[in-house]
């Protein structure tokens, strides 16, 4: 795999709004010396309803590298994403294993 085109592709999706290219950007900045910058791409897609990038923005927080409040309006954020995409369908669909 190309890393370095596979990030160009992340970046163009995070840029239109895909949350797992958002948290793939994360990943990688985590491999490098920019944790910070990896905690925003986390923070940001985990605002938008990624469950992933929500654990590893409350591991940040755990580990003192995410403020309380910064991890506060995250999982409100989070919260009200996950409130908006529910539906009867959805839950029947999830609970019948359609989803």
Same mark, same amino acid.
């Given at each position: ?5 596979? /990030? ?20 990688? =900045? ?22 992933? *990038? ?9 580990? =003192? ?7 506060? *309006? ?22 019948? =294993? /359609?989803?």
């Amino acid at each position: 795999m190309d890393k370095k085109k596979a /990030v160009q592709h992340w970046q163009i999706a995070a840029m239109k709004g895909n949350e797992e290219a958002r948290y793939n950007l994360g990943c990688e =900045g985590g491999h490098c010396a920019s944790i910070d910058r990896a905690l925003r791409h986390y923070m940001i897609a985990a605002k938008c309803g990624h469950d992933k *990038s929500l654990q590893r923005v409350k591991k940040g927080f755990m580990d =003192g590298l995410v403020t309380k409040d910064d991890f506060e *309006s995250t999982l409100r954020a989070h919260k009200a994403s996950q409130d908006e995409m529910k539906s009867d369908q959805r839950d029947i669909a999830k609970r019948t =294993g /359609v989803y």
